[in-house]
C-alpha cells in the first residue's frame, strides 16, 4: 500500500510539472526557463554593430533562486556582447530572480574583418550556472564581409573614386562615397550597395555609370540586414549630383532612402542629358523619387518611382526633364498628402528674401502613368517672364486628376482611367487587360522611340502599352 501511495504521488509531480510547462520555453530542472535556446541574428556587416537582440530568463519557482555564475562562453574575444538585468560583462555573478519573476538578457553582435567573399557563421554561448547545473542559450550571426567607403567631410576625410568598383563583395558606404571633378565611376551589374545612417553617393563634377543587367541590378539600400528593416524608408540619403558630368544608370534598384536621385544643376560644358536613367525602380523614399533642382536635365524611361513619402518627381527652380514610358506613383506611407508629381521652377529663399527663378526648356512626358491616392496627381507651380522659357509637352498618358486640364501642352490623355495595377501594396505594377493603360501609347514618341519595356520584352506594335510594363 506504502508503495503504491508513492508511486501515486510521483506520477501526480510528473503530471502537474509536464502541465507546467509552456509552448517557445525550454524547461530546467535547476529552476531557470529561458524564452527561447537559440539567438539568432540576421546577416550583420563585418565592423558594423547589430541591432540589440533580446531573450528572458524564467524562475517558475515559489522561491527566489540565485544564478551562480553567467559566462560567455567566448570570453573578451567574443564579437558577442551581453547585458544581464543591466549588468554587462563576460562573466556575472551572484544575480538572483524572485519567485515566479524574470530578467532581461540583452545580445549585440559586432565581426571583425573576415577577408571572404561569401557569408559566414559565427556562434557562441551563454553558460547559466545554478546549483551547480549548467544551462546554455546559443548564439549564432550571419556575418558578411564588405568594402568599406568612409568619408568625414568636417574632419576632411573624403573617399575617392574612380576606375570600376569590384562586385564580388558588398560595399557599404559611411558618410559618402565620392566621385569627384573630371572623374568617371562605372558601377558593374551585381553590385550591391549599403549605405549608413545619412551616407550618400556623391557625384561631384564627375561621372557616374551604373550597369546593371535584368535580374542583375544594381542595388542602393540601408545597411541594417535585419529584416525589420526591409520596408523602412530614409535609412541613408540617396545618390548626390552636383553640376555632374553625363552619367548613366541602366537597370538599378533604389530603395528606402531620404531622396532616390537628387539632382543639382549640371556641367556647363555639356549640353546633353546630366542622367540617363533606365529601366529601374526608385521607391519607399522618405521624401523623394526623383529630386531635380536649378537645371539638371534627366531622360528616363522604363523607370518605376513609386510609394515615396513625398513626390515621385519634384522639380524645383527649374530643370529639363523628357520621362518616357515609366510610372509616376504616389501610394506613399508617409501620411502627406502631397501629388506625385510636382513641378515649379522657382525657390523662394526666405533666408535671403531672394526668389530664384529658372527656365524649363524641355518638359516632356511620353506614354506614363501619373496615379496614386490623392485626388490630383500632377501640380504646376510656375513664373514666366521674358527671360525664363517653360516649355511642356505631354503625350499618351493615364493621369489623374481632380479635373481634366485644359493647357494645350496635353495631349491624348487618359484622364483619371484606372490603372487597375494588380497589387500596390506588394509594388506589382502590371495591370488587367480592361486598364486605361492598355494599348493606349503611341510608339513613335521619343527620341530614339523606346521599343522593349522594364523586363525586356517588345513593345506592341504602334500603340503599346503606357507606363513601364508591357503586360
Not at 524562475?59 to 544564478?67: A, G, L, P, Q, W
Not at 510609394?307 to 514610358?325: I, P, S, T
Not at 522611340?449 to 522594364?454: A, L, M, Q, S
Amino acid at each position: 500500500m506504502k508503495l503504491y501511495l508513492f508511486l501515486f504521488t510521483v506520477l501526480i509531480a510528473l503530471a502537474s510539472l509536464l502541465q507546467s510547462c509552456k509552448k517557445n520555453l525550454i524547461s530546467s530542472k535547476e529552476h531557470l526557463e529561458f524564452s527561447l535556446d537559440t539567438l539568432v541574428f540576421d546577416t550583420v556587416f563585418t565592423t558594423i554593430g547589430s541591432t540589440t537582440q533580446q531573450f528572458k530568463i524564467y524562475n517558475k519557482e515559489n522561491k527566489t533562486v540565485r544564478i551562480d555564475e553567467i559566462e560567455l562562453m567566448g570570453g573578451e574575444s567574443s564579437p558577442f556582447r551581453m547585458n544581464i538585468d543591466g549588468l554587462q560583462g563576460t562573466n556575472l555573478a551572484g544575480l538572483e530572480i524572485e519567485a515566479t519573476d524574470s530578467l532581461f538578457a540583452f545580445v549585440e553582435v559586432t565581426l571583425s574583418i573576415n577577408g571572404q567573399n561569401l557569408p559566414m557563421i559565427v556562434e557562441d554561448s551563454i553558460r547559466f550556472r545554478t546549483n551547480g547545473k549548467d544551462q546554455y542559450v546559443k548564439l549564432a550571426v550571419w556575418g558578411q564581409d564588405a568594402y568599406f567607403h568612409y568619408s568625414n567631410f568636417q574632419a576632411g576625410i573624403f573617399d575617392l573614386n574612380e576606375g570600376t568598383w569590384p562586385n564580388d563583395k558588398p560595399h557599404v558606404v559611411y558618410g559618402a562615397a565620392i566621385v569627384d571633378s573630371a572623374k568617371s565611376l562605372t558601377i558593374p551589374a551585381g553590385t550591391d550597395i549599403f549605405l549608413h545612417k545619412n551616407a550618400l553617393m556623391y557625384v561631384y563634377k564627375g561621372s557616374l555609370n551604373i550597369q546593371g543587367t535584368l535580374g542583375n541590378e544594381v542595388t542602393f539600400q540601408g545597411d541594417r540586414l535585419e529584416s525589420m528593416y526591409d520596408d523602412v524608408a530614409g535609412q541613408y540619403y540617396g545618390i548626390y549630383f552636383q553640376e555632374a558630368q553625363p552619367s548613366t544608370i541602366d537597370y538599378a534598384i533604389i530603395k528606402n532612402g531620404i531622396s532616390g536621385i537628387h539632382m543639382y544643376s549640371r556641367d556647363a560644358a555639356s549640353s546633353g542629358y546630366t542622367l540617363h536613367l533606365t529601366n529601374s525602380i526608385i521607391e519607399n523614399n522618405a521624401s523623394y523619387g526623383v529630386f531635380l533642382y536649378s537645371g539638371p536635365k534627366l531622360k528616363a524611361e522604363n523607370c518605376v518611382i513609386a510609394k515615396n513619402g513625398a513626390h515621385a518627381l519634384l522639380v524645383l527652380e527649374g530643370a529639363d526633364f523628357n520621362f518616357n514610358h515609366c510610372d509616376l506613383l504616389g501610394y506613399g506611407t508617409g501620411g502627406n498628402s502631397t501629388p506625385a508629381v510636382g513641378i515649379s521652377n522657382f525657390y523662394n529663399d526666405y533666408a535671403n528674401n531672394t526668389t530664384n527663378v529658372g527656365s524649363i526648356n524641355e518638359g516632356k512626358i511620353y506614354n506614363s502613368v501619373i496615379y496614386g491616392n490623392e485626388i490630383s496627381e500632377i501640380v504646376f507651380d510656375t513664373i514666366s517672364d521674358a527671360a525664363i522659357t517653360l516649355s511642356f509637352d505631354i503625350q499618351n498618358c493615364v493621369i489623374k486628376r481632380e479635373t481634366a486640364a485644359s493647357e494645350n501642352y496635353y495631349s491624348s490623355i487618359y484622364w483619371n482611367g484606372n490603372p487597375l495595377f494588380n497589387d500596390i501594396t506588394v509594388g506589382d505594377y502590371l495591370f488587367s487587360a480592361s486598364s486605361a493603360m492598355n494599348n493606349h501609347g503611341n510608339a513613335s514618341l521619343g527620341t530614339p522611340p523606346v521599343t522593349t519595356d522594364i523586363k525586356g520584352l517588345p513593345r506592341s506594335g504602334s500603340t503599346p502599352d503606357i507606363g513601364a510594363y508591357e503586360n
